[in-house]
Structure formats: C-alpha cells, structure tokens
C-alpha cells in the first residue's frame, strides 16, 4: 500500500523522489521480520516520527535553501524508523512524512528549473542585515545552517527603509503642525448637582442671622439718634431754661428734607416717653421743651394725646420761610458726632 | 429640458438607468448632468476642497479610502454627482500635490493616493524621518516578490526571525509584528494574507496588495536587491522580465472612476 501510494504520487520525481521509493521497498520487506507489539516502544516510535515531522517543518527555508543533505538525512532516519512500525497508527504518522518530505521535493525540483538565478532568502537575509550594520560580534554555523547572533544598531530598521523608500511611490504624509485635535467628548460632570446643593445650605444659615444683625444695628441707631437728639435739647434748655423752644425750628433742617423727617421721627420717641414735652405758646404755635423731675404735677395735670404731623415738601419750604430758619438746631449725626 | 431631449436621442438605455435615482451605485453620466445643472460653482467648489481633505486626512495611516464612506461623510445629498467631484478632486490632487488617485476593487471601489513626482536627485528624500515599517515591509515584500509572488507565512516568519524580528515576540521598533503584517499591512493593502486551502494546521500565504502593485516599483526593488546581493538585478531573469514588461493595468490608465 505504501509503496503504490507513494510511486503514483510522484510520478515526476527527480532522483531522490525515486531514491525514496526504493527506500519504501525495503521498508516492506523489513516490515515482516518485526513482530513484537510493545506500546511503550510504538509510542517511542511515534514521538520520533513527530520529531521528524516537525524539524522538517520548522527547517523548510533552510532544508530548501542550502545545499546540504539534511532533507536524505531525514528520509535515511524514516526508513530506519519504519522497519518497526507494524501498525497503522505509525504509518500514518510515516505518510505524513512522506508528505511534508515531497512538498519539499517538490519546491527543490521546482528551483532547478527556474529561469536565472534563483533567490536565497539565506543570503538575502544576511547582505541586508550587513546593509543594516549588524555587528558581527558572533557567527555560529551549524550544519551549513548561519545562524547570526549580532547585534542590531538602533536605527537598522531606519536605515532600511530610508534605504528601501525609493521604491516606494508613497505620498508623504499630511500632518497637523499643531498635533492632532483628539475629538474626546467632554469628562462627565457631576459635581454640577453638588454645585446646587451647597449655596442653598449656606443661604438658608447665613439668612436668618443677617437679618438679627440688619434689625438690630436698625434699633441701635434710632436708639443713639433719639439720645442724640435729647442732647441738643438739654443743651439748649440749660443754655436758657426761660426760652420757648419753637417745634419747628427745632426739627427743621433747612438743608434737607429727609433730615427734617427725620428729625421729627426721632423727636417723637422723646415725647413718647415723657422727656420732652409739646405745648403751644401765646401764639399758638407748638413748642418742645424737657419735662423737669421738679413739676410732677403740671405731668400728671396734662392729658396724653397723641397727633400726626404730616409734612410735605411744600410745607416744609413754607415752614422754613415763614419762620426764617437758615441754620439746623440739630447738626446732621456724622458732623456733630466728631 | 434640452439635454433630457439630446440624451434620449443618445441613447435610450440611459434615459431608462435614469429613473434608478433612489439606487446608489455608480450615477450614469446623464444623472450627473442633472444634478450638476442645479449646483453653483460655488457649492461644488466647496465640497470637491472637502473631499481633497479627507483623502489628505485618511492617508494619514494609508489606508484606502472606500467610496461608500466618502458618500457618506463627505458627499452626502451630492452623491449623485459624485463622479464629477472626484474627478475634480483628483485633479486637484495632481495638478497641486502630484499625486494620483488610484481606484483599487471594482465591486466595492476604494482610492488610495500615490505619489506622481519622482524624488529629485539630491534633494532630501523625506522632510520627516523615515518609518521603519517601510524597511520591514521591504523584506516582505522583497521574498514574496523574488519568490514567485506567493509564499507560504512560514517563509516570512523564518526570515525575519533571522532579522532578529520574532512574529511571537514584541518587538522594540514594530511592537506586535503579527498584527502588523497580518493586519496593518493587509488593511493598507500593501499584502494579502489568504488560507492555503486543505492545510492542517491552517496555514497562510502572503501575496502582493494591491497597494503595492501600484506604488511599489518592482525593478527598483530588484536593483536594491541587486545593490544588497553586490550582483546585475538582470540575472534573476524571470524577475527582471516581470518587473520590466509594461504593466497595463497599473500604469497607463489613470483610474478615476469618473473617466467613463
């Protein structure tokens, strides 16, 4: 079976195809005299026929390109192998073998008839690692096989292809002078919501205590205008406790409006609380004067009474004409504090 | 009016192709002059520049630009005169940077640009430095070529395994080599990488891109070997006859499309 397979499959083989199947003939003859069936030896048989197999493959380019014997070698090493194989299982292993072997064959038949020179990546491989500037600090041969060892400068692979560019018609590349624009969406924000979250918190706490601080500063003020306001009266009461003081030339300033309103605001704390008291003179005009500790009675004789005093702009110029007011009895606060 | 008129006289079996607008393939002359009759200069103008761009763009990393992606993203409701813009595109590219549009795959037509000019003699050859993978590409290339056109991947993975290049390993100038020949190189179309029917373990075969055979000069690759080898490039003399015979397909016919 061997044998026939192997002769129809290469039919236009060159010497050493036929070589091989003279070699299959004497396997068969040998094939008789063995007939032990010992397992631990078929599978020793089988991992050498794997052996082979796979050198046969991995040294392929080398088997082809050099001029060595390593590919009879391998057959020589088969023929020997399969005088033991009594089984199928090893002669399968042996066909496929013989496969991989007339691959081979094939390729080395099909180089002799190339036209010209044929190619030896071999060789190539080593004028261009030279071209590269390999150092050839070490250079092994084995078995006609050049293994190289050296060392590669840096820019060998640069120096090839500035080399080899020329036969390339490639365009030169286009490239930003900046850099490139990454188009990376945005990160994500989260932190948006915690951004809300906070100023709300901190309103709400800052809220309430400025409006004690607003309320309170509001009172103390009324508080220091009203004891300010006292003051100029006690002042112009002990400068002449006789004299009526008239309302209106105390209250209006003849400067400005608001301080006229104001004025009047605060006077009417006084009167409230029973320090300064309104009486109208001869005249009917309205006077302001202190409530002295010595006339209890004249306090208690009179009777409460509360009115509005409106004021306009209109009246307020009138009242400064008619009683010809050019100058405040109350200095305005921040003058007549300092 | 009238050109509906003189192309029906023409010929009938375009005004039939004529009702097939909805159908995106390749517009037929007369649906390009229809629709370029309703564009202004202007508007032409304008997307034939943005065109040239995203070639410039895509030709960054060399790889060839398909024509559904142009309608796509560039062209979009002009795609039915989208003939016209590519030839206009493309002559821009020659008559501004000397390159030439190449239409590579009938069935589903990509474009790749290649360089026109010739580099001058003595000028610098190149303005950035030069990229490595070119030199590695060359060594393939340079086997598959000298080899007959096809190898088997072993042939490639022994040779650069002698060039201290490990398809297994990472490497410090190519990191991944495998994808990189097997991926990058095949998208840029500079290799193909096909099943050898009936292998087992599956093996693979490297064969020429496209790309290559239009931007990679055969006989300079030959007179650099020839150069490397210290030997007359004519003594590989199956090779040289390849590399010298007039390539028809490649070289004579500049291949936009538009040119019906």
Redesign the interface.
Known sequence: MKRARSSSDHDTSDGERRGLDQDAGTRESQQDLNDEDDSSHRKEIRSRYRDLISSVQQNREDMLNQHGNKLTEVLYEANTLFKEVHQAREAALDSQLLVVASDLGKEKASQLFSEGLSFDTSAFVQHTLSFMGLNWLEEEEEGGAATTNGFLPQDAWHKLASRAECCFKSTPSFHFMYGLFYAEPPPPKPRVERQRKAPTKEVQRIMPTQLKKMEASHQEATEKEVERIMGCLEHYHTQDPTAPISYYEFVINPDSFSRTVENIFHTSFLIRDGVARMYLDDDKLPCIGLVEDDAPQQEEASVRKQCVVSLSQKTWRELKDAFDITKSMIPPPNTQNE | MTQRKSLAKRSSAALAEEDDVARFTQPTTSQVQKGLEKLLPAQLNEKTTELVQYF??K????LPVRRADIVKNVLKEYKNVYPKILERAAQTFEQV?G?EVVEMDTKNPVYI????LE?AEGAP???????????????IL??VY???GVVRE??VW??LK???VDPGEKHQ??GDVKKLVTEEFVRQRYLEYTKIPHTEPIENEFRWGQRAE????KL??LE??GQ????DPQ??????KEATKPTSANTSQPSTSSQR
């Open positions: 410039l763009i030709d960054q990393k060399k940077f390159f640009l290649i360089n026109k580099p050859t190149r303005i950035s430095s030069s990229n490595p993978k070119t030199g590695l590409l060359f060594v340079s086997v000298m080899k007959g072993a042939l022994n040779t002698k060039m201290q100038e190519f239009v931007e990679v000069s300079k690759i650099f070997l490397l080898h210290d030997q003594r590989w003399i199956r090779q040289y």
